[in-house]
């Protein structure tokens, strides 16, 4: 089932979400409800917190052909290096809109698996930026919180003209 996206400046997107005690059949569900609504998009990355969900459930799928799902539930990162990566970066939650972004380069994640699993790696480049954007969506943070607040209130204003059009 696709799911419907919250949008900037929607307040429900700054709702901060609760750990996952037991991966149940509801979160199997909801994962499998995430992956078809980020390829619907298409996105590469998407966060339970913008389909009003709010719990700590992330999934991300870089590749072109849908074929590296990740499933990232109650997800930490560790700091691995002082390095940053300035990357140009969207949002589903923010549509048309891109801007570059500065983040650690190099994490370490600690999640938990879809088979309730905890695993450990090290990641670096897009999927480090991707991650580390998604658990903001977790903490009700947005990309374009980074930004200046001028930008900010640019890409609200016109996000609110296209919501009154559709409505
Ligand atoms: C987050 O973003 C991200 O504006 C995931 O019209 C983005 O999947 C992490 C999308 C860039 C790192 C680098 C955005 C789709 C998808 C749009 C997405 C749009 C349609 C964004
Ligand atoms: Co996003």
Do not use: W
Not at 34 to 42: K, Q, S, V
Not at 47 to 60: D, F, G, R
Not at 82 to 105: A, H, K, N, W
Request: charged share 30%.
């Amino acid at each position: 089932m696709i799911l419907d996206i919250l949008e900037f400046p929607d307040p429900r997107l700054r709702t901060v979400a609760k750990p996952v005690e037991t991966v149940t059949d509801d979160i199997l569900k909801l994962v499998d409800d995430m992956f078809e609504t980020l390829y619907d998009a298409p996105g590469i990355g998407l966060a339970a917190t913008q389909v009003n969900v709010h719990k700590q459930v992330i999934v991300i799928d870089l590749s072109e052909d849908r074929s590296e799902q990740l499933v990232l539930i109650n997800p930490e990162v560790e700091v691995l290096a002082g390095d940053y990566q300035e990357m140009q970066e969207g949002c589903l939650s923010v549509p048309g809109f891109y801007e570059e972004v500065t983040r650690i380069d190099h994490v370490r994640l600690k999640a938990l698996g879809l088979d309730g699993v905890p695993y450990e790696r090290e990641v670096t480049g897009l999927l480090a930026v991707c991650i580390q954007h998604e658990m903001d969506h977790l903490k009700g943070k947005l990309f374009v919180d980074y930004l200046s607040p001028l930008k900010r209130t640019r890409i609200r204003k016109k996000l609110e003209k296209q919501h009154k059009i559709r409505a």
